[in-house]
């Protein structure tokens, strides 16, 4: 594997952390095999627990998904992107959370998950995404590239293991806001956004909590079995911010699928979906309603949903609004005590 000595020349190492097996610690931005990194030299940034060079700034990322595109658009970082993939269903809440003209002028790579001759195709230098087994885009591939991977931090795995989920999810999205702020020399804005994600935090913390907190289970797709999300994922953070309890919360894991009968045995009084992909809210729906299993839950019965994009509940700057949206809708459902919380983003459709 390739690293950089102290005179900046290509050497060769080997090593295996906590969070993605084989990952280059550094990278040179000349002589290892073509990097294109245009920055005047190097940052280190903690990814996945583990200390990552990076170039500084650098100027030509590749992103993937449209919760990660959010969080580079948070900062201020559009200029700093070449491309993005899987932006999906998230184009109008993103136009709607940093602007249309912002949205538009992002270059798409590819409408799917990215191959490997899309990264190179943009002169990535470096790459953010979910790194998952089996990708065609892998920390390991990138290495043999010259390009830096980014790995968002509720992917990061605990002990090399398969599970997911390393801190809080809130303590995960202020890593990645100030890990890529430093990447991309917009530190004092990620502090910015941090700041303002706290303040309204600290709203949500303040509004009276139900004498019960309601269970909410997160749906984000599912037939045969349910595909939802644990204690590491953003929605355990966006559920207890909304004065709430995650129905999955004992599950040590971001993101994972789990058996309708554990959505049976949860008896949520409230079903939020992940808007996105093949499977629509209406599908999702009659999947609950004529379900033998599900269709007497009381949060079915009672018609208690949310259905809110995909870029809301995987973690980004926008889990804070997708934190005001539940807790109105908890209210509205008299789940909760009436707090005067608003939504200040206005969700498309």
């Not at 580079?72 to 992107?81: E, M, T």
């Not at 990645?176 to 990447?183: E, F, H, K, S």
Request: proline share 5%; with cysteine; hydrophobic share 40%.
């Amino acid at each position: 594997m390739i690293s950089v000595d102290e005179k900046g020349s290509c050497v060769r190492t080997s090593w295996r952390g906590a969070g993605f097996s084989g990952l280059v610690l550094c990278l040179a931005l000349s002589g290892c095999g073509g990097a294109v990194g245009t920055g005047a030299g190097r940052v280190g940034v903690v990814n996945c627990g583990v200390e990552v060079s990076y170039p500084s700034p650098a100027q030509r990322l590749f992103v993937n998904q449209g919760n990660r595109i959010a969080t580079v658009l948070a900062i201020g970082a559009a200029d700093r992107v070449a491309a993005v993939s899987a932006l999906g269903d998230d184009r109008d809440v993103l136009a709607a959370a940093y602007g249309s003209e912002v949205v538009d002028g992002l270059v798409i790579a590819t409408e799917g998950q990215p191959s490997l001759e899309n990264v190179v195709a943009r002169r990535a230098d470096v790459v953010v995404s979910w790194f998952s087994d089996g990708d065609a885009v892998s920390p390991e591939r990138l290495a043999e590239r010259s390009i830096a991977a980014y790995q968002s931090t509720e992917g990061c795995r605990r002990g090399g293991g398969a599970e997911r989920g390393t801190v809080e999810p809130w303590e995960a999205l202020r890593t990645d806001l100030r890990g890529l702020g430093r990447i991309t020399g917009r530190e004092a804005e990620a502090e910015e956004v941090v700041g303002g994600i706290d303040a309204r935090l600290g709203a949500l913390g303040s509004a009276p909590a139900p004498r019960e907190r309601p269970s909410v289970f997160l749906f984000d797709r599912g037939t045969s079995d349910v595909y939802s999300s644990g204690a590491y994922g953003a929605p355990q953070a966006i559920i207890e911010a909304a004065g709430a309890r995650n129905a999955l919360g004992d599950l040590e894991e971001s993101w994972t699928s789990v058996s309708w009968e554990r959505v049976v045995a949860a008896r949520p009084d409230f079903i939020a979906f992940v808007d996105y992909g093949a499977q629509s809210f209406e599908d999702k729906v009659e999947v609950l309603r004529t379900n033998p299993a599900t269709r007497d839950l009381p949060a079915v019965v009672a018609g208690r949903f949310l259905n809110l994009p995909f870029a809301m509940w995987t973690s980004s700057p926008l889990n804070v609004d997708a934190a005001e949206h539940l807790r109105v809708a908890l209210e509205a459902g008299d789940l909760a005590p009436r707090s005067g919380i608003e939504a200040r983003l206005d969700v498309p459709g």
